[in-house]
């Protein structure tokens, strides 16, 4: 599980830090630079997470073929959602070129910024299909129960993503079209990696690299549940923004930096996910549903101790990493108590995260699709409830995210009680 989870990790956080570092280099050029960043950043990152079913479904299929022994097959059915992912994201490439202008129109983009956020959108468009190709070798990759080569991968990556940033930016003078031309670069310098390495596994266990269509077809229905959970996934994150935006500008403000912290501890529960989708989909593909839910327990355990530690940090820390974020004392008094609530929160968020990966790695993607809109309708109840009597972020967070992650461990804990999501061989029918 260590072997698994540790370098999904760091390779998890990699991205995270350099993106920040990516919009240290476009601030310096100006406000409006910034500002388009954040408007084409936002596009980009929502296309991409939207597609995150494109690793996440390999992840499942792949380690279900290799428990049945079936390695071959395994690969192949990796290169089938590469297929998906390239034509996926030519689709995007076009749209994201041609409707630039449109989209930043859409998102109220100021006249001094809409210009930047245009260029650095059409010119990171070109990237689209390398990300959606990293997002599906990486998921190959984790089913063949390596996740360190996508850390190596990622570090390089992201590494030289700086790097050229910084020379194109300053060095070249090309300002934000040189930011997102550097990550171009990146991402299919990434993208022809992680195809290096499918291409070798592929021709070292004799399975073909040409499109199959019906693979191809058989990769997306794999992945249209776990769509469908991701957008419910946006659309609470979104609910939540904009509630924290009508109750003002220092609530936003706080919700933004909480949330970022979230978020990074997030990124080490998401790590144990991923062993669970693994350790979980070779299991079962071995035909050994004991071992599966033996496994689940252990990393159950692990996840709920994981979480308690990280709540008790997010309390004991706040005194030297809040000044890091804001010097406003209104913003400063109300991320400690908004803090209380989220650390409060770490220990059901760790058995959700794991839960959320075994169900995934079970290829019980049909549940998750079902249960991630009941979820939305409850943490929309709990925003408008809180809205309507007049309750701040605190209470936002209590209530709101409070029934957002209980709703979903009830769930997801209901589910895996039962027998229903383990079903052995090599494929879920």
Sequence with gaps: MLRLA??????????????????AIVGHLGTPQLAGLGIAGTVLSTLVNLCV???????????????????RGAIRQGVDG???????????????????????DAFGASATAAPHAT?????????????LIVLAATGVLRGLQDTRTPLVVAVAGFAANLVLNLVLVYGFDFGIAGSAWGTVIAQWAMAAAYL???????????????????????????????????????AILIIGAVAATRMG??????????????????????????????????????????GARSATRRMLAWSVWTGVVFGLVIVA???????????????????????????????????????????????????L?????????????????????????VALWWCGVGSFMAARLLLLGWRAKGDAWLVTGARVK
């Design 6 to 23: 540790v370098p999904a990790f760091f390779a998890l956080v990699a991205e995270p830090l350099f993106i920040l570092a990516d919009a």
């Design 53 to 71: 079913f494109l690793a996440y479904a390999t992840t499942a299929s792949v380690a279900r073929l290799v428990g049945a022994g079936d390695r």
């Design 82 to 104: 590469l297929w998906l992912g390239t034509l996926i994201g030519a689709a995007l490439l076009v749209v994201g070129v041609i409707a630039a202008p449109w989209i930043v």
């Design 119 to 131: 260029t650095y959108l059409r010119i990171s468009s070109l990237g689209i299909p390398a990300m």
């Design 196 to 234: 290096a390495v499918v291409v070798r596994g592929a021709r070292a266990h004799e399975a073909r690299l040409v499109p199959d269509f019906s693979g191809i077809r058989a990769s997306a229905a794999a992945g249209a549940p776990l769509f469908v959970r991701t957008v419910s996934l946006r």
């Design 249 to 290: 500008d220092t609530e936003i403000a706080t919700h933004q930096v909480a949330w970022q912290i979230w978020t990074f501890l997030a990124f080490a529960l998401d790590a144990l996910a991923i062993a669970a989708q693994a350790i979980v989909g070779r299991a079962l593909g071995a035909g050994d549903a004991a």
């Design 317 to 367: 820390a706040r005194p030297l990493y809040v000044p890091w974020f804001t010097g406003d004392p209104d913003v400063r008094h109300l991320l400690g108590a908004v803090l209380l609530a989220a650390a409060a929160l770490q220990p059901l968020a760790g058995p959700v995260f794991v839960l959320d990966g075994v169900l995934i790695g079970a290829g019980d993607g049909r549940f």
């Design 369 to 393: 699709a079902l249960m991630m809109p009941a979820v939305l309708l409850v943490f929309a109840g709990a925003v408008a409830a809180v809205t309507a009597l007049g309750g701040g972020l």
